[in-house]
């Protein structure tokens, strides 16, 4: 893809009031592929450009689940450091 066709595109979707909005949680993430959906049956975006977005969000979306299985991990982690430290110091 060209800089040219990006930029048009993303002219193209400002002008059918796109805006980026926040995209920090997986329901951020549904009401942009839903409404993106939307406008593509209604032909306000094309289909090839409905189909490059869903690719971004869908990164976006393994992005985030990663993120937070990273944090579970790290909670669990710091909770089975705390226990053992626990359990040496009582005895």
Do not use: W
């Amino acid at each position: 893809m060209n800089s040219h066709y990006g930029i048009e595109m993303a002219a193209k979707l400002v002008n059918a009031g796109y805006r980026p909005g926040p995209l920090a949680s997986p329901a951020d993430l549904r009401r942009k592929l839903a409404r993106l959906y939307r406008d593509g049956c209604q032909g306000l975006v094309s289909t090839a450009d409905a189909s490059r977005l869903a690719g971004i969000l869908n990164i976006l979306a393994r992005l985030l689940e990663t993120t937070e299985i990273e944090e579970r991990i790290e909670r669990l982690e710091e909770t089975a450091r705390e226990t053992r430290s626990d359990a040496f110091s009582a005895h």
